[in-house]
C-alpha cells in the first residue's frame, strides 16, 4: 500500500545483514573482515538501488513504505535474536508450536479487523484454509525448523550469511 514490490524486496533483503550484525553485537558472534567487507558492500548497494538518482526516495508515501519496511526488517531481526535465545532453553518443536498457535491466534482478528467476512473463512475450506494449512505447515514450519536447527548449531551470523546467499546460489 505504502511501497512497491521492488522496495519492499530489496528491504527484505537486508534482513539477514541486520541480524549478523546483532549476532555479532548482543550475542557476541564471531564476525571476520570477509562479513564485515559484505555487511558495508551490501548495505551501500542497497542504498544505491533504493535512492536510483531521483527524488521518489523521499516523497511521503514512499518514504512511509520505507519506514513501514524498517520497521519489519528490525522486527524480524530482533526475532532471530530471540530465537537464539530460545533455542538453548527450549526444543525447535516447542519453539514452532508456540510460535504457530500465537500466529493464529493474532492472524484471524486482522482478517476480521481487514473485513473478510466469517462466511468466507468458515465456508471455503477446500479453497483458502487447506492451502493455507499445506502452506504453514508443509513449508513454513520445515523451513522454521531447518532454520532454528542452524542458528541453535552454528550460530546466528554463520546462518544469515549463509541465508544472505540463497539468492546466488
Not at 66 to 80: D, E, K, P, R, T
Not at 96 to 116: A, D, E, H, R
Request: glycine share 8%.
Amino acid at each position: 500500500e505504502y511501497s512497491g514490490a521492488s522496495i519492499t524486496a530489496i528491504m527484505v533483503s537486508i534482513i539477514p545483514l541486520v541480524m549478523i550484525l546483532i549476532g555479532a553485537f548482543f550475542l557476541k558472534e564471531k564476525l571476520t573482515k570477509i562479513n564485515i567487507l559484505g555487511i558495508v558492500l551490501s548495505f551501500f548497494g542497497v542504498l544505491v538501488i533504493l535512492y536510483n538518482g531521483t527524488d521518489t526516495f523521499w516523497a511521503s508515501d514512499n518514504f512511509t513504505g520505507i519506514l513501514y519496511l524498517l520497521g519489519a526488517v528490525l522486527s524480524a531481526s530482533v526475532g532471530g535474536f530471540v530465537l537464539k535465545r530460545l533455542t538453548q532453553r527450549y526444543a525447535i518443536a516447542t519453539i514452532i508450536g508456540w510460535q504457530n498457535i500465537l500466529s493464529g491466534v493474532f492472524y484471524v482478528p486482522v482478517l476480521l479487523w481487514k473485513g473478510v467476512p466469517v462466511s468466507t473463512m468458515t465456508h471455503y475450506f477446500s479453497e483458502i484454509w487447506l492451502p493455507f494449512l499445506l502452506l504453514s505447515v508443509g513449508a513454513s514450519v520445515l523451513a522454521f525448523a531447518f532454520y532454528a536447527n542452524a542458528v541453535k548449531f552454528i550460530g546466528l551470523v554463520k546462518t544469515n550469511a549463509v541465508t544472505y546467499l540463497i539468492p546466488v546460489i
